[in-house]
């Protein structure tokens, strides 16, 4: 095997902290909050999250780009990562019908990558110490000028982001001559929660994530959805109000990962950031309602606060983390509005909460009496 030389890059976390590693071959300095995701599998479609945006993914895993990528594993416009940290990158691929090596589709967006980095001991420091912002540097940037760079950045607590990946101008996914209409929020939606309603007899119509009840309400929906996406939700104020707004409809409402934390704060539940969210596809749920155990695939920095859930007399706990007793569910007691903290919709992970997009179109057709 031909020996290929890499160049040095850098690992800076605010605190100071550093780790060295080499660079994949793409030139550049990036930053924003660094977080460790332990899926096995599922890189293209974590990479391509718009949950994920303003973030530099921290892989458990020791080999990424070993099966390339493909078209179809896509769940947005795009790569939406700042930048990644892994200990090995493969540019070659053993995967035949992959559409290009991953190297290749990073080059093409001039992602900043670095590679033999001891993961191990950087995922046990983010987690002994909390998430936190870093930079990465390939360039031969001084660790002077990127303390420089860092400190700019600016934290996540509070920062929002939903406007900077949701769609500009609405648009529709599905059979226009499906039963059933669902108007869905965009805070970042991924690809496959649209795949998983079409496939469900929904035709949908994607909103921007500041449209009010009045732009929703033209479509004539028979219910309504609320995307995951990445920040802080507490400053989506406007939205918070619109989210009580298509509640008092008492239509069908479903919430996921960020669309749940609004529906949660529309009841006056509040949210906070987590020392460390929960990001990879093996994480154990519990259903209260059900009492049954899922394993679920899970992208989140900011919870809702489960003793305010508990104190309110409108809402109940339908699904907790094992892990952590965090609330992973809730839904309205007098209503048809649910909402999880997880993503049923997998892609990548486990297929056991997809059931959660039947109870939504459950819901829709005993509204219209089918």
């Known amino acids: 095997m031909k020996y290929t030389s890499k160049d040095k890059a850098i690992v800076l976390l605010s605190d100071g902290t550093i780790f060295h590693g080499k660079s994949v071959g793409i030139k550049g300095t990036t930053t924003g909050e660094i977080c460790f995701n332990t899926g096995v599998t599922g890189y ?4 391509t999250d718009p949950s ?10 020791a080999h990424i780009g070993n099966y390339g990528v493909h078209n179809d594993e896509v769940d947005s416009d795009g790569i939406k990562i700042s930048g990644l940290v892994c200990k090995n990158f493969s540019k070659d691929f053993s995967r035949p019908d992959a559409d290009g090596s991953l190297y290749d589709y990073f080059e093409k967006k001039n992602l900043v990558a670095v590679s033999d980095v001891d993961t191990r001991a950087l995922v046990s420091y983010i987690r002994d110490n909390g998430a936190m912002n870093a930079v990465i540097s390939t360039d031969g940037k001084s660790i002077e000028e990127l ?3 860092l400190a700019a950045v600016p934290n996540m607590n509070g920062l929002e982001l939903a406007s900077a990946v949701s769609t500009k101008e609405p648009y529709f996914y599905g059979n226009e001559n499906a039963t059933y209409k669902v108007a869905a929020l965009d805070f970042g939606i991924k690809t496959n929660i649209l795949r998983c309603l079409a496939a469900r007899d929904c035709y949908v ?12 309400n033209s479509f004539n929906p028979d219910g309504y959805f609320l ?8 400053p989506l104020t406007q939205v918070i109000e619109t ?12 919430g996921i990962c960020l669309g749940h934390q609004i529906i949660a704060l529309s009841q006056g539940v509040n949210t906070y950031k987590m020392f460390n969210g929960h990001r990879g596809i093996n994480h154990p749920i519990m259903n209260a309602i059900s009492g049954k155990g899922e394993i679920t695939s899970q992208n989140h920095g900011f919870a809702v606060v489960r003793e ?8 109940e706990i339908t699904h907790y983390h094992l892990n952590d007793n965090t609330v992973a569910g809730i839904r309205l ?35 219209k009496g089918a």
Do not use: C, R, W
């Open 44 to 47: 293209q479609e974590i990479f």
């Open 52 to 61: 994920y945006f303003g973030q530099i993914m921290l892989s458990t895993v």
């Open 147 to 149: 303390k420089e760079i």
């Open 205 to 216: 119509k994607v909103y921007p994530y500041n449209a009010t009840l009045e732009d929703l």
């Open 227 to 234: 995307s995951n996406g990445p920040g802080d939700p507490q």
């Open 243 to 254: 989210a009580k707004d298509i509640i008092a409809t008492d239509k069908p409402v479903f």
């Open 308 to 315: 305010e859930v508990e104190q309110n007399p409108n809402l």
């Open 333 to 367: 007691k007098d209503k048809q509005v649910f909402s999880v903290q997880y993503h049923p919709e997998s892609s990548p992970g486990p297929n056991d909460s997809k059931y959660l997009f039947d109870e939504f179109v459950s819901y829709m057709k005993e509204q």
